[in-house]
């Protein structure tokens, strides 16, 4: 069974007020050479809250990168997540894993 895979990434750094254009062009570039193809939702960003370790709730726009794969792999995305942590700046990546079914 096809699995599509989400990735939510912060739209713009706390250094950054004009976005990661060339952050997101990188990712984009690596996702569509491993899985042949991508789909990236920059134009309309969600809005992201949590709460930090000082109990505040912070905000932040993210936005959503799927791919369509065969099959999961754990590992790699596991290892990727940390990857793209580092690139984003952020303490962690969200990424998910849902069953697809494709017509």
Not at 13 to 23: P, Y
Not at 50 to 61: K, L, N, Q
Not at 84 to 99: G, K, N, W, Y
Request: overall charge negative.
């Amino acid at each position: 069974m096809p699995f599509l895979i989400q990735i939510l990434l912060p739209r713009r750094s706390n250094t950054d007020a004009q976005g990661r254009d060339a952050t997101f062009a990188a990712t984009r570039a690596e996702l569509v050479e491993r899985y042949d193809g991508v789909t990236a939702y920059l134009r309309s960003p969600a809005e992201g809250a949590w709460t930090d370790p000082d109990g505040h709730v912070e905000r932040d726009d993210v936005v959503m990168i799927e791919v369509v794969t065969d099959t999961f792999e754990r590992a790699w995305w596991r290892a990727y997540a940390e990857k793209l942590a580092e690139r984003f700046q952020q303490d962690a990546i969200h990424i998910r894993a849902l069953p697809a079914e494709m017509p």
